[in-house]
């Protein structure tokens, strides 16, 4: 699986953007799709995920309300959609997937086996 991903750039503070992550490479339709981060000097976190076959999702806390996760089956593409960002926001995303893991889903970097190349969220002050 290839994971593209897109959407970042620079936004004030309070603004929105849309991320996608288009998925090739195989038939992508038993996978958890997800969202990682990782500012400067700090260490990649999670950030939401979501379950291909059923569009269920889970976001971290510090996101929770505020970004939304969707998909377009057809399109093989994830959407991040982020509101209300924070300058805390900024930091490069990576798309992410991986197989699901029985009924939960992982927060944990090494249980995602594609990475996408990272797409740089500015947020301004």
């Known amino acids: 699986v290839q994971l593209q991903a897109s959407g970042g750039g620079l936004v004030q503070a309070g603004g929105s953007l849309r991320l996608s992550c288009a998925a090739s490479?195989?038939?992508?339709?038993?996978?958890?799709m997800g969202w990682f981060r990782q500012a400067p000097g700090k260490e990649r976190e999670f950030v939401a995920v979501?379950?291909?076959?059923?569009?269920?999702?889970y976001y971290a806390s510090s996101v929770k309300g505020r970004f939304t996760l969707s998909r377009d089956n057809a399109m093989n593409t994830g959407y991040l959609q982020m509101d209300s960002l924070k300058p805390g926001d900024t930091a490069v995303y990576y798309c992410?997937?991986?197989?699901?893991?029985?009924?939960?889903?992982?927060?944990?970097?090494?249980?995602?086996?594609?990475w996408g190349q990272g797409t740089q969220v500015t947020v301004s002050s």
């Open positions: 979501i379950r291909w076959t059923d569009g269920s999702t």
């Open positions: 992410v997937a991986s197989t699901p893991r029985g009924t939960y889903f992982s927060t944990r970097t090494s249980d995602y086996d594609y």
């Open positions: 490479g195989r038939t992508f339709n038993n996978y958890d």
